[in-house]
């Protein structure tokens, strides 16, 4: 079992920057990647970015250039960080370990982009 609790989330104006954390704790030894999502409301959800345990990178086209997502094996972290954020950016935002077959999920955090 994992365990992912996120934070970070919040109210930002287009063009402004949030950080998002993603904390895993239980069995993560063999967790293979990680990664964030997001949903909309009445919206699917849908892949943001995601980091294997090597440290490859991988990003929706929406979010290139402006995200950024890495992690601190240490302190079995991952972070997103959002740059140049845009009114379309709003929805809650999950952390991901997949750790395959089972895949977990955190709680999500409200990202709500307004001017």
């Known amino acids: 079992q994992v365990q992912l609790v996120e934070s970070g989330g919040g109210l930002v104006q287009p063009g402004g920057s949030l950080r998002l954390s993603c904390a895993a704790s239980?069995?993560?030894?063999?967790?293979?990647?990680m990664g964030w999502y997001r949903q909309a409301p009445g919206k699917r959800r849908e892949l943001v970015a995601t980091?294997?345990?090597?440290?490859?990178?991988n990003y929706a086209d929406s979010v290139k250039g402006r995200f950024t997502i890495s992690r601190d094996n240490a302190k079995n972290t991952v972070y997103l960080q959002m740059n140049s954020l845009k009114l379309d950016d709003t929805a809650v935002y999950y952390c991901?370990?997949?750790?395959?077959?089972?895949?977990?999920w955190g709680q999500g955090t409200q990202v709500t982009v307004s001017s």
């Open positions: 980091i294997t345990r090597s440290g490859t990178t």
């Open positions: 239980g069995s993560i030894f063999y967790i293979n990647a």
């Open positions: 991901n370990a997949d750790q395959r077959p089972a895949v977990y």
